[in-house]
């Protein structure tokens, strides 16, 4: 960890450009003052075009560390970008962010990051004229996280919705951006702004907060107070809305096909509160929205939606970032030579992952240097990510230190507002009998099976060990089977052989579909006569698919925090509180709603 006359020496020409050292107002105002505009206007003065290029990229980068990763990160960064570390992506491309992946190897632990960290800062300030990194991550908690235990894991967005209380919502954005910050993280992609009204959005789902406009805006709101007064930059995404395709943007070109009105009453109020909250950045989608362009371009290559409606409309001056530009709803209709080109057309400020750097890099510098783009058109996308980066501290304080990570991230006091907030958000949709809560007199032998998908974070799970373990020390005698999304009629006949005998079971279900084995499992293990319990630990549809479960939860994630406070449910230490944030339709007949919003069942009188 680097000292404080070392960081000072380091940053000494952009504060001293910048006159910011004595002045700590000038890092926390969410309104810049022309005076603060005329200095960072002066330092975009001095810097090169190829300086002023690079700040409007944000890249990936494998290794846990700036200028020693691994062997194999050295290859992937030699084969995706050309360089061998964050260090050299940051000397030749002088890049404005860097993203950071669990994938990439970038998230092993909170002291391994806040290192990475202030690796990528002291890289970067070392350049010549050099500036601070914004580094960036997607931590949306729930399905979506990049840093996991021991940093605190919050409910997911949809439980939030479940939960109803914007309190709670605020808190864990709190929570969670305390934390990021503590590791050098100063930009999180949350929180998500898009209306889930597709129950088959294979993209969005429980990442939203739900169905309903006004409750999502609410909670969007709560978000953007909660991540922004911990120090971190919030990013509503993914505008003008992804939550009503049955498209993924990663590996398709969605369509959304809403009336104007529709956008203006279904999708835009959640963004427009986000706005009203001085939201400091904003991510678009890679959709097709006819009614608001009928070009057919993608939302992020559109002027029409970026500058006509969200900047002009809306009247949003923050800064734009794009999707991920490897995404192919963005790359089916341009060349990786034209996206990023477009983009800045349309009003985008931040590039985001291109597929090559080299290429999107290039490109933006050539389409200066030709006349297709003006220096001044960056300019005005460079003050912006510099604003960004002043309202943030990132010039005065770059770096982060072991004592901060030790204080803040992982601690006690988050953990169990993580498991309180939880408790808040476990729905319970089905009761007949009533079979719960389970009791260890009554039902003291438990199975739990299930699905037991990958987690979010890589440091989580597997669910059905997670529900067991729980479940155990609350004190029944568990045993799991983990029988996966797609169980084999060999694992079914396992499950149903080891059901025999007990007194409960418990099966955990993920995206159960009209074809999907789990149907078959929970089919067989209800022939059993052995009363069978159900959580639905990602959507909460599943129900419509199983309809001869009498006891039915959701979780709205499988993440342990979720997923213990279900198992706390299920054994009635916690009452059920959470309401459906989405109405679950008949599985025989779509149009009719099984549950409504605001369903949710409790114990008691």
């Known amino acids: 960890m680097p000292s404080r006359r070392t960081v000072l020496a380091a940053t000494a020409g952009v504060t001293a ?16 003052t022309t005076r603060h505009d005329k200095r960072l206007r002066a330092l975009i003065s001095r810097m090169t075009l190829e300086e002023k290029v690079g700040q409007l990229f944000v890249m990936r980068v494998y290794g846990h560390s700036a200028t020693a990763p691994d062997q194999a990160d050295i290859d992937a960064n030699l084969q995706e970008l050309g360089v061998r570390t964050a260090a050299e992506l940051l000397e030749r491309y002088r890049v404005g962010g860097i993203i950071y992946f669990s994938w990439a190897h970038n998230t092993r632990d909170p002291h391994q990051i806040a290192a990475l960290s202030n690796g990528v800062q002291r890289a970067s300030l070392g350049l010549p004229r050099g500036l601070p990194v914004l580094i960036s991550t997607d931590q949306e908690h729930g399905a979506v996280a990049r840093v996991g235990e021991p940093a605190t894991l919050m409910p997911g967005a ?7 209380s914007v309190a709670d919502a605020r808190e864990a954005g709190r929570i969670g951006g305390a934390e990021l910050r503590a590791i050098g993280v100063r930009q999180d992609y949350a929180p998500v702004a898009d209306v889930n009204v597709n129950p088959a959005n294979p993209v969005i789902g429980v990442r939203s907060f739900g169905a309903d406009p006004g409750a999502v805006s609410g909670l969007v709101a709560a978000q953007v107070k909660g991540y922004q007064g911990a120090g971190v930059a919030a990013t509503a995404k993914h505008f003008p809305g992804h939550g009503d395709t049955a498209v993924d943007s990663h590996y398709g070109f969605p369509v959304i096909e809403h009336t104007r009105e529709q956008w203006t009453t279904l999708d835009a109020p959640p963004f427009r509160a986000a706005i009203r909250a001085g939201i400091d ?11 608001l362009d009928p070009s057919g371009d993608p939302a992020t290559l559109s002027r029409p939606i970026l500058t006509g409606i969200l900047r002009g409309e809306l009247g949003y001056d923050g800064v734009v970032v794009t999707d991920s530009l490897g995404m ?3 790359r089916e209709k341009y060349g990786d030579d034209q996206v990023p080109v477009l983009a800045l057309k349309a009003g985008v400020d931040q590039l985001l992952n291109p597929p090559s750097i080299d290429v999107a890099w290039n490109a933006v510098l050539n389409a200066v240097r030709a006349g297709e783009l003006t220096e001044a058109r960056l300019d005005e996308s460079i003050l912006r990510i510099l604003r960004l980066k002043a309202k943030l501290g990132l010039f005065e304080r770059p770096y982060v230190s072991d004592a901060g990570v030790d204080r803040v991230v992982g601690i006690r006091r988050h953990l169990d507002a993580a498991d309180r907030i939880a408790e808040r958000t476990t729905t319970l949709l089905v009761n007949e009998g009533p079979l719960l809560p389970l009791s260890p007199r009554t039902h003291r032998s438990v199975l739990v099976v299930g699905a037991d998908p990958a987690s979010p974070s890589g440091t989580t799970g597997p669910p059905t060990a997670v529900l067991a373990a729980e479940l155990a020390s609350l004190g029944f005698t568990t045993a799991g089977l983990s029988t996966g999304t797609a169980p084999t009629p060999a694992l079914v006949d396992q499950a149903v ?25 929970v089919t067989r293990l209800l022939a059993t006569g052995v009363p ?12 419509a698919q199983l309809p001869g479960v009498k006891g039915y939860l959701a979780s709205y994630s ?5 997923v213990r406070a279900a198992a706390r449910v ?3 230490r916690v009452a059920p509180h959470g309401r459906l944030p989405v109405p679950v339709q008949r599985a025989d007949e779509p149009t009719e709603v099984l549950y409504p919003i605001g369903h949710g069942l409790t114990y008691g009188p």
């Not at 950045?281 to 009614?291: R, W």
């Not at 959580?535 to 129900?543: G, L």
């Open 328 to 330: 192919q709803g963005v």
């Open 497 to 521: 052989a080891a059901a025999r005998g007990k007194d409960a079971v418990v099966v955990a279900t993920y995206n159960v579909t009209a074809a999907s084995t789990q149907k078959t499992l």
């Open 558 to 562: 499988w993440t342990d925090v979720e």
């Open 158 to 164: 949809m439980a939030l919705g479940a939960g109803g």
């Open 532 to 543: 069978v319990v159900a959580v639905a630990i990602r959507n909460p549809y599943d129900v």
């Open 281 to 291: 950045s904003i991510m678009t989608a890679h959709i097709m929205v006819p009614a």
């Open 570 to 572: 299920l054994a009635g």
């Open 17 to 32: 450009a910048l006159a910011l050292g004595t002045d700590a107002q000038a890092a926390t105002d969410s309104t810049p």
